[in-house]
């Protein structure tokens, strides 16, 4: 199956979903979810497979076992097509339009540790600023999860201490509900985005790796 864009009733059916998040509503439109949503991101990943590898698509439903909020189904569609642990790239379609992203969204203890190691070090933390500050001035916004204070051993007034907060780090671009996401050239956007967050992606399955 080609890729011919996000229809419609992606959008429609997720800004329905967000006022009736229920199991009744699900059945009754789950084919809107199979054909208008499900499909073509398997459709748009399998276009960028043979460049960055297949991704996984997220389930629809919510593991609300440990959860107060107990409303079973998410209410976007993810797809993430891993680099290294918990880090690579991502596609989302929500009622928010699409958004690309790419980065590590959790870091382990142990790459937690090899990843500020890495900041603090000369040349290669020096190298994480620069691919930060180009990708920035690509249009790509930098977020992730951080510390309110200076994680425990490191200086607060060390150069790049607002790096070393971080807890994960990520990269990421609303495409909102640009025309674009109804075509099959989001395929294009979405591999151009990818391509200018990978030295990023890149530099974290280097350095923070154990």
Known sequence: MSFTGFPAAALDFYDDLEVDNTRSFWEAHKHVYQESVLAPMKALT???EPEF???KIYRPYRDVRFSKDKQPFKTHQGAFVPVAPATGFYLEVSPRGVRTGGGCYWFEPDRLAAFRQA???DTYGADLEQRLRTAERKGYELGGDKLK???RGYDADHPRIDLLR???LTLGR???FEPVIHSPELVDVVRKDWRAMRPVVEW???HAAT
């Open 174 to 176: 609303s495409l909102g």
């Open 166 to 168: 971080h807890k994960s």
């Open 149 to 151: 204070t200076r994680p």
């Open 119 to 121: 900041i603090v070090h």
């Open 46 to 48: 399998q276009q960028l």
């Open 204 to 206: 974290i399955a280097e």
């Open 53 to 55: 590898g297949p991704a």
